[in-house]
């Protein structure tokens, strides 16, 4: 009796089992639990880089622990291996409860596989919660070379065991670190540039928190770190303690947005490179921060920078090593442009080619007597002995003027060159240099003030005012003075313009054969070789000059440029005097003197020549025709400048052609004569009408005008042929051959999707092949047909089926853009079009279910489906169970049969 009840009651489970509802009914799942990015909001495309720092938020349910006096809540932070995470900091402030967890890793699971605890929080909860969340923030190592997730876990405690019952994991890719990195305000800037790092959402001490910052602790020594666009610092300042280089690209910017403006912006504590970047201090306005502090024992390079807008630029608290200030910018600070403090080391401070103006009122430079300050821009007519304090100088070695700002990037254009044997060109190909065979290689500052006439330099001297530049005016000045045995190669283009050239080419410069006349210029302000400026090629007439000689000067035509050898033998000279020269190409200014003995016009169909004749052009330049309507005011130029041909004491013709006229309009004009200072004076003025040739034969035909009556008979039965707009008459035998012509493709393109939506109006594949199927007329049975078949509907709206021809006559293959596989709808498959004619279809064509679209039809299909899906699936299921239950009775009979059970009946 025992064995047979215990086979009952196996045969109930079995039974049960088969009854029951078949859904899986799965374990008690997991609470909620969520981790996401704070700041940054993401990852650069390239990847996280290793070494960013990273600020998470981990949200959880809560919802298995007893409330207790307890530990009861312990939250888990697992990390790759490979990452090496450092800087781990939980935020131990519930955000919604408000409760104090500690740092506890003690009910911590094991790691999965390839991970490590790196961190952990745990809390009492003595009610209820149903949630919380924590923040927390990392460094991924420098070392991190593997793509990898955090995961969280977290564990309560039901009074008596503790239950994992929340997981959750954030997938970061990361970038390797490289010897040369990128800094940007977020993830769109670094677009392409990789490793690239980003403001992460600290602001702690030395800069942690900053993208800045984290570049400077995961770059290789000597690495190079370039800022992207504009980029923000925060209130600490960023410590730089490794020997890296920080460069800009375009207009790169280190900047600040914040209140707290009582700190540097950035600190060099163990030497390094800050390099073409614009760095202000942002919003700091009435409390400026120090741009940049230099405390280290290692060299410094700050070069080609704007520093502007901030208390001090530069702060020197300690140096032992060489700190050079070289091609910046430094304007508009409300301190110091340089400020060294007293007792800041035995390191030597050499500031040069700079622009030093601007900033606080008097001395913009203190040096703490270990300092170096020549050729730099003090402002005009200020000198180092008034804007430095405890500074070293040269009082003839100042620049005349401004530097010009650099063209695609910060600091100006300054730069030191190495001068070899190969002739090398610089500032947009303007000047060259170059040393004689065999000799030795020097560095050469050359230094670019432009050609604005409000720019020359020594502007207040005497002489300089006459010359008219045709290059920019450079200054040239070696770097080692005293001790280059090398000659000099130095040429200026002059190819500013045509008249540049043409005055240059001509025989009052180039165009003969004594050097001395050759335009090339230069300056002494400090030993009074010069008196104002004097060609390189003549003996020169300073005070001082005591018979020195000139230097070779040359002309070459081909490249557009004039050449000095500079020595040690004549002057300039290049350890005497190449440590205070200025240099340009340039015309000895005059006023035009040419003569006009004639100048006339003449008048033609959309065209004007102008036509004049000089007996002499002393100082002429060439020429411009200029042009006014005649009652406006202002002339203007309308010829390209036309070099003169004339000599002093003989003149030439010219003439020009004036195109761009409309007959009919009086036009004024004049001839603009330019000197060769390129001051202008001008003729007399002529007008001008363009007129179309004579008209005299088209004035009198009269009889053409006469001929009115014939104009309007044939208007009048043109206006009366209205009746061929209407088309009424051209429909007939339009029809008729239209019938004839496209019985070919156009019918089963057009009459085609009816019959086919109708038939198969669920089946995907047929609207896809249809196309093939529908090239045979004769099985539609359609007589006639037609280009434009018009049917009427339920509504009597006429509707036209049609198609529009694709590859090669067929309709185009449609695209299924749902997941059901079906075509999308398409608006422009049904469209209300004017027909030419009306087709009354055979009776086997009028079926209005065709035009119907195929969308109703086939929501109703999945409606049916689903049922008949939902219905077959309760029908398995009924007759699976009859069959399972049929198959138990039979087992139940033969155990019965055997004697092994006893019926209960």
Aim: proline share 6%.
């Amino acid at each position: 009796m025992k064995k047979s009840s215990i086979i009952w009651i196996m045969i109930t489970i079995l039974i049960g089992s088969i009854i029951a509802p078949i859904d899986n009914v799965p374990a008690m799942p997991l609470e909620s639990a969520i981790i996401s990015f704070i700041s940054p909001t993401n990852c650069p495309p390239g990847g996280c880089a290793a070494g960013q720092r990273l600020n998470l938020r981990t949200s959880f349910d809560l919802g298995q622990y007893t409330p207790s006096t307890n530990t009861n809540v312990q939250l888990c932070v697992y990390t790759p291996i490979d990452w090496g995470v450092t800087d781990m900091a939980i935020n131990l402030t519930g955000t919604i409860t408000d409760a104090t967890y500690i740092s506890d890793v003690t009910n911590c699971g094991p790691a999965p596989a390839g991970y490590q605890i790196s961190a952990g929080a745990s809390t009492i909860f003595s009610s209820q919660y149903f949630g919380d969340t924590l923040d927390l923030a990392f460094r991924i190592g420098k070392a991190a070379s593997l793509n990898g997730s955090v995961y969280t876990r977290l564990y309560e405690n039901d009074g008596s065991n503790w239950l994992q019952s929340g997981q959750a994991f954030i997938f970061i890719p990361v970038k390797t670190r490289s010897t040369a990195v990128f800094v940007a305000v977020n993830s769109n800037i670094c677009a392409e540039y990789s490793p690239c790092y980003i403001n992460s959402g600290d602001d702690l001490l030395g800069g942690v928190g900053t993208g800045l910052k984290d570049a400077i602790d995961a770059v290789v020594e000597g690495g190079q770190i370039t800022i992207l666009g504009s980029y923000p610092i925060k209130s600490q300042t960023v410590l730089i303690d490794k020997q890296v280089s920080i460069l800009g690209i375009a207009n790169s910017t280190l900047t600040y947005i914040g209140s707290n403006c009582d700190l540097p912006m950035v600190s060099i504590q163990n030497g390094g490179i800050i390099k073409n970047l614009n760095i202000n201090d942002g919003t700091c306005l009435t409390i400026n921060r120090d741009l940049i502090q230099v405390n280290t024992t290692a060299a410094v390079e700050i070069t080609s920078n704007n520093l502007t807008s901030g208390k001090d630029a530069i702060t020197i608290l300690n140096t032992n090593n060489e700190v050079l200030i070289q091609s910046n910018h430094i304007s508009q600070n409300s301190g110091y442009a340089i400020n060294r403090l007293l007792n800041s080391g035995s390191g030597t401070l050499k500031g040069i080619g700079n622009n030093l103006f601007g900033n606080r009122s008097g001395v913009q430079v203190t040096c703490a007597n270990n300092g170096i300050v020549d050729h730099n821009f003090w402002g005009y007519g200020i000198f180092p002995s008034s804007a430095t304090s405890e500074c070293s100088f040269q009082s003839g070695k100042i620049l005349g003027s401004p530097v010009l700002n650099s063209i695609a990037g910060a600091g100006v254009q300054s730069q030191k060159v190495l001068v070899t044997g190969e002739k090398k060109y610089y500032f947009e190909n303007q000047v060259s240099v170059s040393h004689g065979t065999n000799e030795t290689d020097f560095e050469l500052y050359i230094v670019n003030h432009g050609n604005s006439t409000s720019n020359i330099p020594f502007l207040t001297s005497t002489g300089e005012n006459n010359i008219v530049p045709c290059s920019n005016y450079f200054d040239v000045f070696v770097a080692n003075p005293g001790t280059v045995d090398s000659l000099l190669n130095f040429s200026l283009k002059y190819d500013q313009n045509n008249a540049c050239i043409a005055n240059v080419e001509s025989t009052s410069y180039c165009g003969q054969s004594n050097s001395a006349l050759f335009p090339l210029w230069w300056y002494d302000p400090n030993q009074l070789i010069t008196d104002g400026w004097s060609k390189t090629g003549q003996i020169p007439d300073g005070p001082s000059a005591n018979g020195a000689s000139g230097q070779t000067t040359t002309c070459d035509i081909n490249q557009k440029e004039v050449m000095v050898q500079i020595d040690n033998g004549g002057r300039p000279g290049i350890n005497l005097d190449l440590n205070f020269t200025p240099f340009v190409v340039g015309l000895i200014g005059q006023p035009a003197g040419a003569v006009l003995s004639s100048f006339t016009t003449s008048s033609e169909n959309m065209r004007v020549g102008v036509n004049w004749t000089t007996s002499s052009e002393m100082n002429t330049s060439g020429f411009y025709i200029q042009r006014r309507l005649q009652g406006t005011t202002d002339f203007s130029r309308i010829s390209p400048f036309i070099i003169h041909t004339g000599t002093n004491s003989s003149g030439s013709t010219y003439s020009y052609s004036d195109n761009t006229v409309t007959n009919f309009s009086n036009y004024e004009y004049r001839i603009e004569i330019v000197g060769n200072d390129f001051h202008s004076v001008y003729s007399n003025i002529l007008v001008a009408t363009p007129i179309p040739p004579t008209m005299t034969p088209t004035i009198t035909s009269t009889p053409t005008i006469t001929t009115s009556p014939t104009i309007t008979q044939t208007l009048t039965p043109t206006i009366s042929t209205t009746p061929t707009i209407s088309t009424t008459p051209t429909v007939s035998p339009t029809r008729t051959s239209t019938r004839t012509r496209t019985s070919t493709s156009t019918p089963s393109r057009t009459n085609y999707r009816a019959p086919t939506r109708t038939n198969t109006p669920f089946r995907t594949p047929t609207n896809t092949r249809t196309p093939f199927i529908s090239r045979t007329p004769s099985n539609l049975n359609l007589t006639p047909p037609t280009t434009s078949t018009t049917f009427s509907n339920s509504e009597g709206t006429q509707q036209s089926s049609q198609s529009t021809p694709n590859n090669n006559g067929y309709p185009g293959p449609e695209n299924p853009d749902d997941q059901t596989g079906y075509p999308a709808p398409d608006a422009t498959q049904y469209v209300i079009t004017p027909v030419d004619f009306t087709v009354t279809p055979e009776a086997n064509e009028t079926p209005t279910g065709v035009i119907t679209p195929s969308k109703t039809p086939t929501n109703i299909q999945n409606n049916v489906d689903n049922r008949d899906q939902g219905s077959l699936t309760w029908m398995f299921g009924i007759l699976g169970g009859i069959i399972a239950l049929c198959i138990i009775l039979l087992i139940i009979f033969f155990l019965w049969k055997k004697g092994l059970i006893d019926l209960p009946f």
